[in-house]
């Protein structure tokens, strides 16, 4: 239980600095993992949408900016720290999709630096930014302090208690207070998350006879995945040809990289296309 407790409360503070924080990348690029948005700064027309996984990535490419970042390290943080199972495929087609998305905007992809034989690093200007700092147009925005109005008033209102209670007991009227609120934010993240999960469909990766063949997690469709699933499927000696089934299939490899784990879901379906069965399957290479 500590553990998992240890875990939901990663997971609450990266959301919590996600929600407050965008980052400046080149002076150019916005990036706001919240909305998971990357835009041209000043032109909101140009925008584009990352991915969940591609945005889990770049945050952590950004909190390591110009060290080299292995291939195991950066699986567990944006995969497996999240419950999924990836393989090093994966990792380097969200790399592909982040690169694709710098030069859309007119980066030079080279932003994303493969290093051989250990992974990638990212080489730019970063610079974090809190989302509701009002910036000065008349500025580039960066290194600014305002003091605004309501700022002065929240001052006040906390100076005020101070003074008449003392430290003490303003601090043994907040304390119950915050832990309150710390509690609500851990169960609405939690529910959020598993949420969003649910909600991820599985990707079609073709058909084989009367079986219809679907990748899961965060593997993108690709010919590679689709012809392991067909192997998959004759060395279990699954026949295609009689009965109309759906087959789910997900491929990953250890932390080292030296073993290959594929799973599979086998569901048979009846006269009216509706789940009769459904049987597991799981081979390590």
């Known amino acids: 239980m500590d553990l998992i407790f240890l875990v939901w409360i990663q997971l609450l503070l990266q959301k919590r600095e996600s929600i407050l924080m965008k980052y400046i990348i080149n002076f150019t690029i916005t990036f706001d993992p919240d909305s998971r948005l990357l835009k041209l700064r000043n032109k909101d027309q140009l925008t584009i949408e990352l991915s969940k996984p591609a945005t ?9 900016n110009k060290n080299e970042m292995p291939r195991e390290t950066l699986i567990k943080h944006v995969w497996e720290d999240y419950g999924f199972s990836p393989s ?8 592909s999709e982040l690169r694709k998305a710098f030069e859309a905007l007119g980066i030079n992809k080279d932003i994303l630096i493969t290093v051989p034989r250990v992974g990638f690093k990212m080489e730019a200007e970063i610079h974090p930014e809190t989302k509701n700092k009002e910036l000065d147009t008349s500025t580039d925005g960066f290194g600014r302090n305002d003091i605004t109005e309501d700022s002065v008033v929240q001052k006040k209102m ?4 101070a003074g008449s209670y003392g430290k003490k007991e303003l ?27 649910r909600n991820e469909e599985p990707k079609p990766l073709g058909t084989m006879n ?38 789910f299939f997900m491929e990953s490899l250890s932390a080292n990289g030296l073993r ?26």
């Open 260 to 285: 290959k784990t594929s799973f599979m879901v086998v569901c048979t379906k009846n006269s009216e296309m509706n789940y009769k069965a459904c049987q597991n399957y799981k081979r390590i290479d």
């Open 88 to 95: 090093s495929a994966t990792l380097s087609n969200h790399i």
């Open 56 to 64: 889990r990535l770049l945050i952590e490419l950004i909190k390591n």
């Open 171 to 197: 601090h043994r009227v907040l304390k119950p207070i915050l832990a309150l609120i710390f509690i609500l934010l851990l169960i609405i993240t939690i529910i959020t998350i598993l949420a969003r999960e």
């Open 210 to 247: 009367k079986c219809k063949i679907y990748a899961l997690g965060d593997d993108y469709p690709d010919p590679e995945l689709f012809s392991h699933a067909r192997i998959m499927l004759s060395d279990i000696e699954i026949d295609c040809t009689k009965e109309n089934r759906d087959i």
């Open 158 to 161: 906390i100076k005020k208690p």
